[in-house]
């Protein structure tokens, strides 16, 4: 049997595959794409598993060779508009179909630099002193409270609150200088 004339039934396995295996690696994007379309991380994972099954449903229509997150994404938006439409029913605040069309298309663009934006944080925060680090893990990784840390360096509440503002705005700049290192002046 030569290349051209390969069994059909090991293209429709190898299209299986290949679906599966983007399916898979699209996942995170999805989630935090949905999830910047709602607001709500926990509507985020039920709105992921519905496009799954509808991704699912429709694998057949997928063709190799495009974007599959891009066609992810599109069914994934038409989800977060059912969800909100049902939503919209209910007394609570949620996004209009303009704002989620909005947000829908300026996401994508920011899910595919996090990668670079976690390593330039990564790098960024090498850079902190000894002091400075141990505020930032204090406060943002293991989720301790200003009132102990103050507490246990000596320092009040307000310079640390004063002190993690300006962190904030140091690591901001020193990412951006490093996702846009011609631009640095």
Not at 170 to 176: D, M
């Amino acid at each position: 049997m030569t290349d051209d004339s390969q069994d059909p039934m090991d293209r429709k396995d190898d299209s299986l595959e290949e679906f599966v295996h983007e399916l898979t690696r699209c996942q995170g994007d999805l989630f935090y794409f949905i999830r910047a379309l709602c607001g709500d991380p926990h509507a985020a994972a039920d709105i992921r598993q519905a496009v799954n099954m509808v991704l699912w449903r429709k694998r057949e229509k997928f063709r190799s060779g495009t974007s599959f997150k891009n066609w992810a994404f599109r069914i994934a938006q038409l989800e977060v508009m059912t969800y909100l439409r049902r939503k919209k029913k209910e007394r609570t605040v949620n996004f209009d179909a303009d704002l989620v069309e909005c947000f829908a298309s300026e996401v994508p663009a920011v899910i595919d630099e996090l990668p670079e934006r976690r390593l330039a944080l990564v790098e960024c925060l090498k850079k902190l002193t000894p002091k400075d680090d141990e505020l930032i893990r204090h406060h943002y990784w293991s989720g301790g409270s200003l009132e102990t840390l103050a507490r246990a360096t000596e320092r009040s509440v307000g310079t640390l609150k004063a002190r993690l503002f300006q962190l904030r705005g140091n690591l901001r700049r020193c990412i951006r200088i490093h996702l846009s290192p011609g631009e640095a002046s």
